[in-house]
């Protein structure tokens, strides 16, 4: 079975472009969510998306948005890059909400997009 | 959500376990104890998770305090493949993300 996949796996941009990273969730997973993950540091949560609806943000400037399509794939867009924004963006999906019913669903991450703002 | 402490680093040799610690003195009473592992140039793999007894699967076991205050992951027979970030990770009831600390960077010698 296909694991969560990211495109592209690469990216190059300059200052002041956008951006738009894509992902595609498990067979059968409803929830996406999207981490960045600057060299040498942890994941640090931008957006979790469940059914299409936005369940939570992370501390991340507007620039920062992200939608989810019926199919439950979805998509990242980062707006005036800056330098500070190169970094791993990782994608990550489960079956339902992180906590439902008080059990725990497992995410499952993609390899990430690499991007770098030169 | 609960600030934990892992040390930033640590070594050990293939074929022997792996004990890798984990302080989460802040813990609340409903919060799980999750750990994930990043290999390189992957993403985070979930490990293992619980709550207040002993849990063990296929890939590790989590042995929890009793206070509930410190973690241990346990490696029973590390290889090369295991050598990898480990991330401890509490998570309140409710919680709609992972929140990532920065984790314990393992070495494993052949």
């Known amino acids: 079975d296909a694991g969560v996949t990211q495109s592209p796996t690469h990216l190059i941009k300059t200052r002041g472009q956008h951006v738009t990273l894509r992902c595609s969730p498990i067979?059968?997973?409803?929830?996406v969510s999207w981490y960045q993950q600057v060299l040498g540091q942890g994941p640090q949560f931008i957006f979790q998306?469940?059914?299409?609806?936005?369940?939570g943000r992370g501390n991340f400037p507007d620039r920062f948005s992200a939608r989810q399509f019926p199919n439950y794939s979805s998509e990242l867009n980062v707006n005036a890059l800056l330098l500070g924004d190169s970094a791993l963006y990782l994608c990550?999906?489960?079956?339902?909400?992180?906590?439902?019913?008080?059990?725990?669903?497992?995410?499952?991450f993609g390899p990430g997009t690499r991007l770098t703002v030169l | 959500d609960a600030k934990t402490t892992q040390p930033n680093s640590m070594e050990s040799n293939e074929e022997e376990p792996v004990h890798l610690p984990c302080n989460h003195s802040t813990i609340s009473g409903t919060d799980y104890i999750h750990w994930y592992r990043q290999l390189p140039s992957q993403g985070p793999e979930y490990v293992i998770h619980?709550?207040?007894s002993n849990v063990n699967n296929r890939m590790a076991s989590l042995a929890i305090a009793e206070d509930r205050k410190s973690s241990t992951l346990i490696l029973h027979r590390a290889t090369l493949r295991d050598a990898a970030v480990y991330y401890c990770i509490p998570m309140g009831a409710g919680a709609q993300k992972l929140v990532f600390g920065q984790g314990t960077r393992l070495t494993i010698n052949p």
């Open positions: 998306y469940y059914e299409k609806e936005e369940r």
């Open positions: 067979s059968g997973h409803k929830s």
């Open positions: 990550a999906s489960s079956s339902s909400s992180l906590r439902y019913r008080g059990f725990y669903n497992e995410q499952f």
């Open positions: 619980g709550l207040t």
